[in-house]
């Protein structure tokens, strides 16, 4: 005697019989979440590019001279001299200050005329007056 097991019928996503489930949502904070992340992501854009393309060098005036306007870091100071570096974003240029000129705080934006100083290297400036 043959005995018959129970089949159960499976069907298929193909079948076109499978019963749709409840629909799915997204949550309310979502649309926030993501409109916040673009905005700081294009800030974020703008300031990076925006500090890479800054520039120490602002203008170059016509008797020769260049105004440098950056945050100044000490390379080499002391009661005689002070030498350093003005940055503006990504880019630096070397300024020898006079000899007579008390050095300017590490970390003060400064603004000074230099004229360039090829003697000194590429990029390199040396300050008509003090900062």
């Known amino acids: 005697m043959e005995s018959q097991q129970p089949t159960q019928e499976r069907t298929s996503p193909q079948d076109g019989l ?11 904070w979502g649309i926030p979440v993501v409109v916040v992340a673009v905005v700081v992501v294009a800030v974020l854009l703008v300031v990076g590019f925006t500090g890479l393309l800054a520039n120490p ?10 105004t440098l306007s950056g945050s100044f870091e000490p390379y080499q100071c002391n009661a005689t001299a002070c030498d ?3 940055q503006a974003g990504a880019r630096s240029v070397f300024v ?6 008390p050095p300017p705080a590490r ?4 603004t000074v005329i230099g ?11 040396r300050a008509t007056a003090c900062a």
């Open 18 to 28: 499978e019963i749709p489930g409840p629909a799915r949502r997204r949550p309310a």
């Open 57 to 66: 060098v602002k203008s170059v005036n016509a008797d020769g001279t260049s």
């Open 84 to 86: 350093g570096y003005i």
């Open 96 to 101: 020898k200050f006079p000899s007579h000129c």
């Open 107 to 110: 970390d003060s934006t400064i």
């Open 115 to 125: 004229r360039p100083a090829p003697d000194l290297g590429s990029g390199s400036y």
